[in-house]
């Protein structure tokens, strides 16, 4: 996709300070970090959605977000850090191409997640439950 940052930044179209690369699999430091270390695991090809990805480049995603939480942590001294991928725009994705977050997280931030929480209706776990088993594959 010739617009997207993520897309110009795996061609090093743009500068990114790059932790790691492989071969699907970039990781960079984001400009506008929740706090210092706070990274990026992006895709090389241009995904807008975790679900587009095939599975052996899902999977490769995984292990990498392992591999990174634990440099992230070791190398801030983080007491704790947060994953996060915003899937479209409903989710808050503002870069339309799939990409985590691995954000080091300190006692003393600022930085906080809250939502309101729902409660299921008479029989509506059951119900959710069974649909969701119906479509995992």
Known sequence: MTDC???KIAKDEIPASKLYESRNFMVFLDI???NKGHALIVPKMHAQSLTDL?????QEFGELQLRVSKA??????AEGFNLLLNDGRAAGQ????????????????DFHFKWTH???GEGEVQEYSERIKTNLT
């Open 5 to 7: 940052i993520f897309c």
């Open 32 to 34: 506008s970090p929740a």
């Open 54 to 58: 095939p599975e052996h480049v899902a």
């Open 72 to 77: 992230v942590m070791q190398s801030t001294n």
């Open 94 to 109: 503002e870069v339309m191409h799939a990409h985590m977050h691995i954000m080091p997280r300190f006692s003393t931030d």
């Open 118 to 120: 729902k409660k299921y």
